[in-house]
């Protein structure tokens, strides 16, 4: 039976996009799909999805165009790279954490005549598997893209027509996460220092307003030893910059943040980039 859902190409199947791209296709998208590494986009063909040689090629017949790389200049590489084939009415969702970097890749889409919808996701490796993420969302074409977005997420949140609201709102968002993830690792490495139990510091912040599924996913991941990437370090210490050239430019102190970029930036040192955001614990011991 074919389709009558648009044609959408997903440019980047890493930790979120694969998934993206194959909850897109079991919902009855025509999807194609491109990414650097051609082994990691390879499996999606197994549910659909047409796997492209090149961004290009992925995007040639698509309505709707979805970059979720690791960050602005991998984005405008992989767009400027997709240019000669993009149609004149194409709806460009850009999901990478780019931060205010969206500046320039709207100035990129007014220049090509693209529709820009600024559309990051709160979200790791389960939620996307799932279906669950939550979009922040800006920009026009709101009708095109929501059919999109209930697929991929449990819940969008608009925040405003232009792109670049919903970036910078990441940024923000961005603070909590990392600094959370960084402060659970530094709680747990001083019970152990310390002599006490690491199980009943976490006893006693269980149910109480202190707690929450994030803090308790990242404790359970450095208890079990197991790095298993969601949201790695290298990414997160790449997102903390971003959130910390905002705030220079503001005029904002924001003492957590730099902490934890350091911090990561240690684990990364360490060999841990590639490993899940838990890992910044490993930072506490030289």
Known sequence: MTSTRPTVAVLGTGIIGAPVARNLAAAGFDVRAWNRDRAKADPLAAAGVHVAETPEEAVRGAKVVLTIVKDAPAVLDIITAAAPGLADDVVWVQSSTVGEDIDGLTTFAADHGLALVDAPVSG???????????????????????????????????????????????????????????????????????????????????????????????????????????FSVDNAEKDARLVLAAADRLGIRLDGVAAAADRLARASAKGHGDADLAAAYLASYE
């Open 124 to 230: 790791t490796r389960q939620p996307a598997e799932q279906g669950r993420l939550v979009i922040v969302a800006a920009g026009p074409e709101r009708d095109t893209v929501d059919p999109l977005f209930d697929v991929i997420g449990k819940k969008t949140v608009w925040v405003g027509t232009e792109p670049g609201a919903a970036s910078r709102l990441k940024l923000a968002l961005n603070t909590l996460v990392i600094t959370l993830a960084t402060s659970v690792g530094e709680m747990l490495a001083l019970a152990e220092g310390l002599g006490v139990s690491a199980d009943h510091a976490l006893d006693v912040i269980a149910d109480g307003p202190l707690d929450s599924g994030f803090l308790q996913a990242k404790a359970r991941a450095i208890r079990a030893d197991d790095y298993a990437v969601t």
